[in-house]
């Protein structure tokens, strides 16, 4: 019935992925008070009164410093399963993962000669 053989789990998985959100939105417009008058029109900062305009301009270096964060985060993440598996996937995958772990670094020695891991 099923045309890949041991992804069963899988499918469930991304079936229960895709309802979790969609859950929540429908939970949260059931659920929400429908009436937006006097205090609950404002802005909601810190507990405090928002103080001037909402368009302020950040320095660009903060995006670019979470960028890089996220950028190796999420590269760092695909590691894991290589380093689960270690045993099972013998000597071509271990060079393909030094490939990979050089151009984590060639990215990182660029951002960092490029200043994007300087705060100040």
Known sequence: ??????????????IIAAAVPILALVTN??????????????????????????????????????LVFVIFDVETVFLYPWAVAFNKLG???FIEALIFIAILVIALAYAWRKGALEWS
């Open 29 to 66: 417009i059931i659920v929400a008070p429908k009436g937006r008058n006097g205090e609950r029109k404002l802005t909601y900062e810190s507990g405090m009164e928002p103080i001037g305009g909402a368009w302020i301009q950040f320095n660009i270096r903060y995006y670019m410093f979470a």
């Open 91 to 93: 000597l071509l995958a």
């Open 1 to 14: 019935m099923f045309s890949l053989p041991g992804y069963e789990y899988f499918l469930g998985f991304l």
